[in-house]
């Protein structure tokens, strides 16, 4: 029997990226927190279906919405029709993103562009979409990277950069944000085992070591913490490590 916790019973949520991963993770704990959910996807038709199955098998509602970050007209429609589809909106969880990493003299003016467009644009035009939308109690919830925090190694220029932009986005939606009462946080994920990034996939091992528990992180782990902000009325503007001591 699953257990339904109740935190954000009649709140509604957005979940960008959330058919697979991380994403799918999050929509179902929100979900089993009481939340009605929509998730946004690319190519992952199929997979966002089986979220939106999941998420109904709880008892909550559900959309999947087909949304690329890297359009910006997209981008914050997706907001709008999560918003008409679920009657409101109260969480976005800006977890839409793309990797890219390689050394620095290989990277093109198009990887510049389409990193920037997904990883930054996309979720500054949502959380723009999502405020203006939002009223007291609306949390907005990035999901950042521990590269933001900690680069390990060469190749990581054009990601690390763009995962950085959040946390100054995060800040500075804090502090405009916070005397309607809507907060802004953003969480930043270790090695986590997901299909992108397998715990044994040809890279793991060192990915591990690099951490201080020397492990991956799981899906379920970042979605709690996500899931704690969703609930949180005195915690905004701050940066959340869920990577294992990985910039320990």
Do not use: W
């Not at 999941?54 to 008892?59: F, S």
């Not at 723009?128 to 939308?133: D, E, K, L, M, N």
């Amino acid at each position: 029997m699953t257990t339904i916790y109740g935190t954000l019973n009649g709140k509604a949520a957005l979940v960008t990226g959330g058919s697979r991963g991380i994403g799918a993770a999050t929509a179902l704990r929100l979900a089993r927190e009481g939340a009605d959910v929509a998730v946004t996807y690319v190519n992952g038709k199929e997979a966002a279906a089986d979220v939106v199955r999941a998420v109904e098998d709880l008892g909550r509602r559900a959309v999947a919405l087909r949304a690329d970050s890297a359009d910006a007209s997209e981008a914050a429609d997706a907001v709008r029709l999560a918003a008409e589809a679920l009657g409101g909106l109260d969480v976005l969880v800006n977890n839409a993103g793309v990797g890219l990493l390689g050394p620095l003299e290989s990277l093109s003016l198009a990887d510049v562009d389409r990193v920037l467009a997904v990883n930054v644009r996309g979720v500054f035009l949502a959380s723009q979409a999502a405020a203006a939308r939002m009223t007291a109690g609306g949390r907005i919830i990035t999901v950042g990277s521990c590269m933001a925090q900690r680069v390990p190694g060469p190749g990581g220029t054009l990601y690390a950069m763009s995962k950085s932009a959040l946390t100054g986005l995060t800040k500075a939606l804090a502090r405009e944000l916070g005397g309607r009462g809507i907060t802004a946080n953003v969480v930043h994920p270790g090695p986590i085992d997901t299909d992108m990034n397998p715990s044994d996939g040809p890279y793991a091992a060192g990915q591990a070591q690099m951490t201080a528990v020397g492990r991956f992180g799981t899906a379920d782990e970042v979605a709690a913490t996500v899931a704690h902000l969703a609930g949180a009325d005195y915690v905004t503007g701050a940066e959340f490590s869920v990577d294992g001591g990985h910039a320990a």
